[in-house]
């Protein structure tokens, strides 16, 4: 069985730091991609950033490049976002996404999501 | 790539049929995938590949389009469907989503 189990989350200051990490299990974490999709409370779905199975392809949406940086570590089956100079907009439950191709990327396991809050 | 939804939300009954549209500000071929989230739970794969149905869903679901222009129906709304639909495109690196159409009990 497919698991994906965020933690990292919690309460910042603006300006201040995170590191998230999501662990996997069920499946050969290896030879997948990897996303994280995060939700601001009662807003939609937004992509932040995705990795390829051996991390040499990475992708960040403009709203967190240059204060992010996702990164993998396949002997621990382990996915991470840092996250830098938190802002107010950046409070949201980030999402790990298991990523899967089937004639088009798709996300096929999605975890229970950790939340980033982001206040003085 | 811009992802434009159509309603934004809308009521309905058990019983109708409901259609949620997606547009692309290009085209995206086929690349695109719609979800359902339900409150405090995270997305579930419905239609992969603009029309393919995920494994375990129900045929009541399906979807169509290329291009610009899909749509994802509901042929037979149950109570288990009222929740929140998202279309996804995977066409661009830089993936985007639709804002979300909200379907509610009439």
């Known amino acids: 069985e497919v698991q994906l189990l965020e933690s990292g989350g919690g309460l910042v200051q603006p300006g201040g730091s995170l590191r998230l990490s999501c662990a996997a299990s069920?499946?050969?974490?290896?030879?997948?991609?990897m996303s994280w999709v995060r939700q601001a409370p009662g807003k939609g779905l937004e992509w932040v950033s995705s990795?390829?199975?051996?991390?040499?392809?990475?992708y960040y949406a403009d709203s967190v490049k240059g204060r992010s940086t996702i990164s993998r570590d396949n002997s621990k089956k382990t996915l991470y976002l840092q996250l830098n100079s938190l802002r107010a907009e950046d409070t949201a439950v980030y999402y790990c996404?298991?990523?899967?191709?089937?004639?088009?990327?798709?996300?096929?396991?999605w975890g229970q999501g950790t939340l980033v809050t982001v206040s003085s | 790539i811009q992802m434009t939804q159509s309603p934004s939300s809308l009521s309905a009954s058990v019983g109708d049929r409901v259609t949620i549209s997606c547009r692309a500000s290009?085209?995206?071929?086929?690349?695109l995938n719609w979800y359902q989230q339900k409150p405090g739970k995270a997305p579930n794969l419905l239609i992969h590949g603009a029309s393919t149905l995920q494994t375990g869903v129900p045929s009541r679901f399906s979807g169509s389009g290329s291009g610009t222009d899909f749509t994802l129906t509901i042929s037979s709304l149950q109570p288990e469907d009222f929740a929140n639909y998202y279309c996804?495109?995977?066409?661009?690196?830089?993936?985007?989503f639709g804002q979300g159409t909200k379907v509610e009990i009439k």
């Open positions: 996404a298991k990523v899967v191709y089937i004639r088009n990327d798709l996300v096929d396991y």
């Open positions: 069920g499946f050969t974490f290896s030879s997948y991609a």
């Open positions: 996804h495109q995977t066409y661009s690196t830089w993936w985007s």
């Open positions: 990795i390829s199975g051996n991390g040499g392809d990475i």
């Open positions: 290009q085209s995206i071929d086929r690349s």
